[in-house]
């Protein structure tokens, strides 16, 4: 039967043709460096007064991508929104925004010799970043850290002799809170072989390849409603806190002849994430853009009727015969209720319990998300509800996440 | 002051993609088709011409009397009522589900008549006071003044 079940989904591109949020709309798909491609959010397993969140960016990355190697976009904002109320608007937004440096202009090397540490002479091209934090009711803003170094990329065995050695250096800590960014590992496992004519069948396609992500670790009554971490055992809308990243860019870039671009005016949001695979497959390819400049709390306005009655069972049975349940009269409000737990507004949004007592053990999809959660299968088979376990034949990453923060594997080397 | 002018052209450029705003009219004309089919299709003829400003013109301030969907969850209080539109269709063909805008006693009304159903029919009759619908934006209805006219379940 499982094999059959994934015969099927060879023909069912649109279901899993793209990674979790990985070039998942038009637009943003020719913007790839504020491409959001996955949230995680997990109790930290190091400390289970902190949560972990993960945002990644810029999907499918070669390791051997020189000699401008991927980065963050220095005029963009990525941020991680967090709801502690549970009306599914922001309460608090962590900010991170770069800027790249060069030490040498007269050269095409990203690096110009071997490189053992961040401040080695020979890293010719570098990047840093500042954090913030804010206050969405006052406004206020506060800078966590600046001139924080991003790791940087991979190059590869004659550049690095321990690489690992020199990108946790990038590892930041200020009064709790921990910061990495750089590049890492893509963690999302899925098989993308349904471009080859539809050929999926468990093949780790994500494998070798990385990604650009921005890991926070922070004490969780900083994030929690009132600066207070709710009672074990509370179960009302303050006992969740509800994650989505986006990215926004100024409004306006004019390109000259004579000198490099300028922007202006406000930021725009273009590409925003808080569970996966919404923006893949619930939402349709004519609101697919829009959804990305839209914000969770107008989810349920704009969207939820594709929520409620969405196109993957049909697809899964048209092309799969995969028998999966016909979505009731009354709508798929056990959808819904995943996006509401709690007595929250249903919204797209990472929701994770925060009370006290909860453990890394428990911070499973879609109760927050952890790095080794096979999220394909889970909303699969939540789509279908027909009782059966629906999947791609894809259920870990190649590389074993670590231990310790930042808890992502080492990016794959472009020269091993 | 160079850069300013460019991104004054740029913006006027912009905004020349919109199509002119109509003149507006000092009271809403009554739609003959004034149904959320009729709605609809005039939001997708809008994707395709740009006409999304005659829509917003011709529909914002329109009494309507729609019967529509009730899910208990995600119209539960009076300034959080959110229905929808469509029959199951299998799949959605559009995502905007309206807002109704209802008083305590008007709430109470819906509740009476679905009772405990996780989902019912609901008549009723308001004002479509915000049209959101551009070529960027989702669509978006907020529905005032909303009477309700009938709520049955089974």
Redesign the interface.
């Known amino acids: 039967m499982k094999k059959m079940i994934m015969a099927g989904l060879m023909m069912t591109g649109s279901l899993v043709a793209h990674a979790s949020s990985h070039r998942e709309a038009p637009m943003i798909a020719e913007d790839q460096y504020v491409d959001n491609t996955d949230v995680y959010a997990f109790i930290s397993p190091t400390d289970p007064n902190k949560l972990v969140i993960v945002a990644d960016y810029v999907p499918l990355l070669l390791p051997t991508s020189g000699p401008n190697y991927y980065k963050f976009s220095d005029d963009a904002r990525y941020e991680v929104h967090i709801d502690n109320n549970g009306d599914a608007k922001p309460d608090i937004t962590y900010r991170w925004t770069f800027a790249s440096q060069r030490k040498n202009g007269a050269t095409f090397l990203y690096n110009t010799g071997a490189v053992d540490s961040l401040t080695s002479p020979n890293l010719n091209v570098t990047q840093t970043y500042t954090l913030e934090k804010i206050d969405e009711h006052s406004g206020a803003r506060g800078v966590i850290m600046q001139d924080v170094p991003v790791a940087p990329w991979n190059v590869g065995k004659r550049s690095f002799a321990n690489y690992e050695q020199v990108a946790l250096q990038a590892v930041k800590q200020v009064n709790g809170t921990s910061a990495f960014a750089g590049p890492r590992d893509e963690p999302f496992f899925v098989d993308l072989h349904v471009f080859d004519l539809l050929g999926v069948g468990g093949s780790h396609t994500t494998d070798g390849l990385n990604v650009m992500s921005l890991v926070l670790e922070v004490p969780i009554n900083e994030i929690a409603q009132g600066g207070v971490r709710p009672a074990s055992g509370m179960t009302g809308k303050t006992s969740v806190v509800g994650i989505y990243a986006s990215a926004s860019r100024p409004q306006?870039r004019?390109l000259r002849t004579g000198r490099d671009r300028?922007d202006?005016?406000k930021y725009v949001q273009v590409s925003r994430l808080g569970w996966p695979l919404i923006n893949e497959v619930i939402?349709?390819l004519?609101?697919k853009d829009?959804?990305n400049?839209?914000s969770p709390k107008?989810d349920?306005?704009?969207?939820?009727?594709?929520i409620?009655?969405?196109?993957v069972p049909?697809l899964l049975n048209l092309v799969l015969n995969a028998n999966c349940a016909a979505?009731p009269?009354?709508?798929r409000?056990d959808i819904?209720?995943l996006l509401?737990p709690n007595g929250t507004?249903?919204a797209d949004l990472l929701r994770i319990n925060i009370t006290m007592g909860q453990t890394a053990d428990q911070s499973h999809f879609p109760n927050g998300r952890a790095l080794t959660d096979d999220v394909t299968d889970t909303l699969l088979t939540v789509a279908c509800n027909n009782g059966s376990h629906i999947g791609d034949g894809v259920d870990a990453n190649d590389k074993p996440f670590t231990a310790t923060f930042p808890y992502l594997a080492s990016p794959a080397s472009g020269n091993p | 002051m160079k850069?300013a002018l460019?991104?004054l052209a740029?913006?006027a450029a912009c905004h020349r993609h919109e199509e002119p705003r109509p003149t507006p009219k000092a009271a809403i004309a009554p739609l003959a088709h004034a149904t959320q089919a009729d709605l609809a299709r005039e939001l997708e003829a809008a994707?395709r011409r740009g006409t999304w400003a005659s829509v917003r013109q011709r529909w914002q301030g329109q009494a309507l009397h729609w019967t529509v969907?009730r899910?208990r969850?995600?119209c539960g209080a009076a300034d959080?009522c959110?229905v929808?539109?469509?029959p199951?269709?299998?799949?959605?063909k559009?995502?905007?589900?309206?807002?109704l805008e209802l008083s305590a006693g008007e709430l109470a009304r819906v509740e009476a008549g679905c009772g405990a159903a996780?989902?019912c029919q609901v008549t009723f009759e308001g004002t479509l006071r915000e049209l959101t619908a551009s070529a960027?934006?989702?669509?978006?209805?907020r529905i005032s003044d909303v009477h309700i006219v009938s709520a049955t379940h089974g």
């Open positions: 306006v004019v300028d202006y005016g939402i349709p004519q609101d829009k959804y400049r839209s107008d349920v306005a704009n969207f939820g009727a594709y409620l009655d969405p196109e049909k979505t009269a009354g709508g409000t819904v209720g509401a507004a249903a | 850069a460019l991104m740029v913006v994707d969907t899910y969850s995600l959080a959110f929808a539109p469509f199951i269709s299998r799949p959605a559009h995502g905007w589900m309206p807002q996780e989902q960027e934006q989702p669509t978006a209805l």
